[in-house]
């Protein structure tokens, strides 16, 4: 298999440490302080968006190797076991988190976000703007999710 290397481009900084404090995301402000090797116009134009997605790497779990055999979602034994790319949490291969989060400032390397669901010191690997031409409409999903995943981003 071709495998690579990624270099994170920052860093998540805010007042999450518990990787096991999976809910109430939603008021949750984050400053991503990107590498000096980006220059300090970097984030230049992305003031103009409202969204960004951001690319992050869940470093602080552990890798688990075997993803062949689905699980119950989020660990629940009262939910249906799901295939590995089924769900959006931790435990993936290659432990790679998205988050479409607001931009609620951009200075120099620094932008600050609310919403992101990484606890700090977690690497960030991508930074993209959220635009409309890339948002899906009439995005469908099981009943469950929506009940289960009712308090992920509230505040």
């Given at each position: ?104 400032s951009v200075h120099g390397r620094e932008l600050t976000v609310v919403g992101l669901d990484a606890v700090s010191g977690t690497p960030v ?31």
């Amino acid at each position: 298999m071709l495998s690579f290397e990624i270099t994170p481009i920052g860093t998540v900084r805010n007042d999450r440490t518990d990787v096991q404090h999976t809910d109430n995301w939603g008021a949750v402000r984050s400053m991503i302080t990107i590498d000096e090797r980006f220059g300090d116009l970097c984030l230049q134009g992305l003031e103009g968006f409202s969204h960004v997605e951001v690319l992050f790497i869940f470093d602080q779990f552990p890798a688990h190797g075997d993803h062949r055999e689905p699980r119950p979602y989020r660990g629940r034994s009262d939910l249906p076991p799901v295939g590995v790319f089924a769900g959006r949490g931790p435990r993936r291969p290659n432990r790679i988190g998205v988050t479409c989060c607001a931009i609620e400032s951009v200075h120099g390397r620094e932008l600050t976000v609310v919403g992101l669901d990484a606890v700090s010191g977690t690497p960030v690997v991508d930074l993209k703007p959220t635009m409309v031409e890339f948002v899906p409409v009439n995005v469908e999903q099981p009943e469950w999710v929506s009940r289960v995943m009712s308090e992920y981003f509230q505040p």
